[in-house]
């Protein structure tokens, strides 16, 4: 009896110094930085520890031997996700852990920069929507986007309670997919949503978004509010319903009287009539100033604005575009008076046939202006994309097309470069003309 203790106990005994089958327990690692989101340019810290381990090396961001513990500062100088990776070895085994650094993308001091610069990295994309917009919504260093839907019928007055719905997409593998439930809660937008712009409103280094909506799309086009998603610390949107009621059919930001902070010019045909500016008051509202334009434009059909430096860097001037061909307001660029006014304008050329100029590019001294058919002959019965030299006024088509694109709709809402091209945002229309 005796010996079978010993015995025993001298199995045991072996069985610990083997570690129980183990050389010693796995190493463990911890890796992260100071900060999951850095800036461009900004050194940036991590740091690791290591327990059981003998021997560390870094791997994706982190190359070569390291100590078993230790710190590091990096200095970006591109927006993405960045990765940094310790290995670490023991007699137990090796283990790994990783630590991201997120660069997000930047915001552009206009509405029009912002977008131009997502369809130059994106080119055309499925929309999900009636109104979209794209920036790094969840501030991860790529581009997302937000779709706002067109859920009532036009010609069905009690459809009128069929609001739409705003949604917020990731590309995961190629595909977006519908990602809102971590940014916001409140989906529901507005009756007929006509343009989603972007702008950091807040001076929050992140992207707010706001649609112009017009309401109801026949008489007596009461109009509607805007609605704005202002971009909160912890990373979701608040969202708030402006208090003005219009036919906003277009709008764009950019700071307008100089305080560092975007403001709105819109195009409301139909219940102001016409262009006005909404300034921020940098607390999440704005105030309507409707003297910052030439007389001229009041009762014009001017349906189409855009907030873009053509002349001084800094220092943006309006493009209004309206109902040429039935006699109302040319295509014409009003230019800041450097005071945040625009009483002056230089008039652009008209295309025959294609009276209504509905968006704008301005690249590398061209102007382009997608056009339809306005209402004195065939409303919308066909698109067109015009060609302006800026400093000769020189000007050509480079598409025209009439009836209906393979998504069966007869104009083009918003074209963008991208590469050598103008596209259309719109990746349905597959409009892509080389510029």
Request: with cysteine.
């Amino acid at each position: 009896m005796k010996f079978a203790t010993l015995f025993a106990l001298g199995v045991c005994l072996l069985l610990v110094s083997c570690g129980g089958g183990s050389a010693g327990p796995a190493p463990v690692v911890n890796i992260a930085f100071e900060s999951a989101k850095g800036a461009l340019g900004i050194a940036s810290t991590f740091s690791w520890t290591s327990t059981y381990a003998t021997s560390c090396a870094g791997q994706d961001g982190l190359i070569g031997v390291q100590p078993l513990a230790g710190s590091k500062s990096v200095t970006l100088n591109a927006r993405g996700q960045f990765k940094y990776t310790m290995v670490c070895s023991g007699p137990g085994g090796t283990t790994s852990a990783t630590a991201v650094l997120q660069i997000p993308l930047a915001v552009l001091s206009s509405s029009y920069e912002n977008s131009a610069a997502a369809t130059e990295a994106l080119g055309s994309q499925p929309m999900a929507g009636n109104a979209v917009a794209f920036a790094d919504f969840f501030q991860d260093g790529s581009y997302s986007m937000v779709s706002h839907t067109l859920e009532y019928d036009p010609s069905n007055l009690a459809s009128a309670t069929s609001y739409g719905r705003i949604q917020f997409w990731k590309q995961v593998d190629g595909a977006w997919q519908d990602k809102t439930s971590q940014l916001m809660s409140d989906t529901t937008g507005c009756l007929h949503p006509r343009k989603a712009i972007v702008a950091d409103f807040n001076q929050s280094g992140r992207p707010s978004v706001l649609f112009a909506c017009h309401g109801f799309d026949a008489s007596p086009y009461p109009g509607e509010s805007m609605h704005l998603l202002l971009s909160k610390a912890d990373g979701t949107y608040s969202h708030l319903r402006l208090p003005f009621i219009g036919y906003f059919h277009s709008a764009s930001a950019a700071d307008v009287n100089g305080d560092g902070y975007p403001d709105v010019v819109v195009a409301d045909p139909l219940v102001e009539g016409k262009p006005y500016v909404l300034l921020n008051q940098q607390n999440g509202s704005f105030s309507k100033d409707t003297t910052r334009f030439h007389p001229a434009v009041a009762g014009q059909k001017i349906y189409t604005a855009e907030l873009i430096n053509f002349y001084d860097p800094g220092k943006y001037d309006v493009f209004l575009g309206g109902y040429e061909q039935s006699g109302n307001w040319p295509a014409a660029i009003l230019v800041n008076d450097g005071a945040g006014r625009f009483p002056a304008g230089v008039r652009l050329p008209s295309v025959s046939g294609f009276g209504l100029p509905t968006d704008i590019v301005f690249k590398n001294g061209y102007i382009f202006l997608a056009r339809t058919i306005d209402a004195s002959t065939n409303f919308y019965g066909g698109a067109a994309i015009q060609k302006i030299n800026f400093q000769t006024s020189e000007s050509s088509l480079i598409h025209e097309h009439y009836g209906a694109y393979a998504n069966g709709r007869t104009w083009i809402n918003w074209i963008r470069p991208h590469s050598w091209n103008i596209v259309s945002m719109d990746q349905s229309y597959g409009v892509t003309v080389a510029r």
